[in-house]
């Protein structure tokens, strides 16, 4: 089963992305890291990758050099397999997104929900229990790049409204230091901050920062 990021429930295995459909598409050569403490399921994994059209950069057994590895070899996608997600390969996921956000496709046997819980809250971005398809591969990572690029959108909105708000909150409070220190009206304080604005080719922003970091100065 395959959880995505997003519903956290399994997609069917009715999928319509079929073995035969997945061949007649060109696949992307996407670059793939792959973590896997199992030697041996690691190199059928690499196999499988290859196979499919896939670019596999390096396969790593210890999830301890997943940082220091994607900032050097910038991978497209993370694919990890594990028994079952613990606690320090979590840890190691969160913190290399924290600094590299990339698709992090996980492979487990582990289908309890706190697991898939936590390993959607560390940044993965599909969840595939019951063992490696081959003929799935193509659209499990399609749909890790979909959910991945998705939250990223989602992040990105946050963060700009956000920044917005917390730019008006000090116009706002410029406005204020103005109106108290200088007696102006609330429509005079705002015409001095765009003044100020056009005067010095900053945003009102930055001109009510400055001026309230220089409030004893008024």
């Known amino acids: 089963m395959l959880y995505s990021c997003v519903e956290g429930k399994p997609l069917s295995h009715d999928h319509p992305m079929t073995a035969k459909n ?3 598409e ?4 996407l670059e793939v890291l792959v973590v896997d403490r199992n030697a041996q399921r690691g190199r059928e994994l ?9 670019t596999v950069q390096a396969v790593l057994r ?8 994607v900032l050097e070899l910038k991978p497209q996608v993370i694919i990890i397999a594990a028994d079952s997600p613990d606690r ?14 990339r ?3 996980m492979f487990t046997q582990d289908d309890a929900d706190e697991s898939i819980r936590a390993a ?14 081959p003929t799935r591969l193509s659209a499990i990572l399609k749909v890790a790049q979909a959910r991945f690029e998705a939250h990223q959108g989602l992040k990105r909105r946050l963060a700009e409204a956000e920044r917005r708000l917390a730019e008006r909150q000090l116009v706002e409070r ?5 109106m108290e220190k200088k007696g102006l009206s609330e429509e005079a304080a705002y015409r001095e901050l765009r003044r100020l604005s056009m005067d010095t080719g900053r945003r009102l922003a930055e001109v009510a920062q400055t001026l309230i970091a220089a409030r004893d100065l008024l």
């Open 22 to 24: 997945a061949a007649a």
């Open 26 to 29: 060109p696949i992307p050569a």
């Open 46 to 54: 690499r196999a499988a990758l290859s196979l499919a059209g896939y």
């Open 62 to 69: 210890d999830m301890r050099a997943l940082h220091a590895r």
């Open 88 to 101: 320090d390969t979590l840890e190691h996921i969160a913190a290399t997104l924290e600094d590299a956000p």
């Open 103 to 105: 698709p992090v496709v």
């Open 120 to 133: 959607i809250e560390a940044g993965v971005s599909a969840y595939v229990v019951d063992g490696l398809d």
């Open 174 to 178: 410029a406005k204020g230091l103005l």
